[in-house]
């Protein structure tokens, strides 16, 4: 038997319904009128059942489905933004199951992807660095990089040093190590970077 410990608004015209037990879950205005949800009162079995069974499950599907729509995503982000709008865990754990099986998301994909329009402009180190904070998994990354041409990151250090019109002959000291610092930002190794700027 549950029983409703709190009710309250909360984004999107939606209502976060709180249960004695400590579990929640959202739902819309007439979702509480057509349950009978109040604070204090019990939730009657067979609404829980409907809601936990059947409305919430099919609303998180819709919704992963949806925010997938337009671009792509890692696994992490899906399961990020799914608790944002406060889908309790097991029904995010649900819907991602759902698109998982359908390949919807797929995050050595998305590396592939991320990868392959922004190689010509970052290092693989920064690039490794920036997947890893989208939820890709260093094994997922591995895969990914078997997948692709890796770029001549040798080259890339030699274009940065043309966009930035930096000379080895004329730069001093103080020029050089800045140029270092910029490009070890930027992810690249140091020793790629001495062989390139011959140092």
């Known amino acids: 038997m549950s029983y409703v410990d709190k009710v309250e608004g909360i984004s999107g015209g ?19 009128e057509q ?31 949806n925010y997938l729509q337009h671009m792509d995503r890692t696994e992490r982000q899906l399961y990020r933004k799914l608790g944002e ?4 865990e097991e029904i995010t754990e649900q819907a991602l199951a759902y698109v998982r099986s359908f390949h919807y998301i797929d995050d050595v994909r998305y590396a592939v992807n ?10 693989m180190r920064m690039l490794e660095q920036e997947l890893y904070q989208r939820g890709v998994s260093q094994e997922d990354f591995q895969e990914a990089l078997q997948q692709i041409e890796t770029p001549d990151e040798e080259q890339q250090i030699q274009e940065w ?16 190590e800045r140029m270092i610092r910029f490009l070890l930002r930027r992810g690249y190794q140091l020793s790629p970077i001495r062989r390139v700027m011959h140092i």
Do not use: N, W
């Open 14 to 32: 939606r209502y976060l319904v709180s249960l004695e037990d400590g579990r929640s879950f959202p739902l819309y205005k007439k979702e509480l």
């Open 35 to 65: 349950f009978g949800i109040c604070e204090g009162e019990e939730l009657a079995p067979e609404h829980e059942e409907e809601i936990f069974r059947e409305l919430l499950p099919k609303r998180a599907k819709l919704c992963a489905m």
């Open 85 to 88: 709008l406060s889908y309790p």
């Open 114 to 123: 991320y990868i392959e329009s922004k190689k010509d402009s970052k290092s």
């Open 161 to 176: 040093l043309e966009k930035k019109h930096y000379s080895a002959e004329q730069a001093d000291r103080g020029e050089t």
